[in-house]
């Protein structure tokens, strides 16, 4: 069973940043694709970025591109998300997830799920 845990949510004002780790257990990090979804009360879970298994291919949603970097360091079974220039709309549930296709953006293509870590960013 695979477990994933993301930390380094917390309160951060507008324009501030912020970054998420995911770890994940098991000794095949390498071999999948990674995402980063966020959920806001009342909104649908949704896509936010996703790193293939070396870490070369690289999507984003629109609302983040050029605020939001994603990264993974595989010797450490980690993934990472930078979060810079923040917003209010950003305020969110972040949560970390597991894929065979990270070129697919439906959280129904991602298999194993985080607990999800909050993000709150203050106007």
């Known amino acids: 069973q695979v477990q994933l845990v993301e930390s380094g949510g917390g309160l951060v004002q507008t324009g501030g940043a912020l970054s998420l780790s995911c770890v994940a257990s098991?000794?095949?990090?390498?071999?999948?694709?990674m995402g980063w979804f966020r959920q806001a009360p009342g909104n649908e879970r949704e896509f936010v970025a996703a790193?293939?298994?070396?870490?070369?291919?690289?999507y984003f949603a629109d609302s983040v591109k050029g605020r939001f970097t994603i990264s993974r360091d595989n010797t450490k079974n980690t993934m990472y998300l930078q979060m810079s220039g923040l917003k209010p709309e950003d305020t969110a549930v972040y949560y970390c997830?597991?894929?065979?296709?990270?070129?697919?953006?439906?959280?129904?293509?991602?298999?194993?799920w985080g607990q999800g870590t909050q993000v709150t960013v203050s106007s």
């Open positions: 790193i293939s298994g070396g870490g070369s291919v690289k």
């Open positions: 098991g000794r095949t990090f390498s071999s999948y694709g």
């Open positions: 997830a597991r894929t065979e296709d990270y070129q697919a953006r439906p959280t129904s293509t991602y298999n194993y």
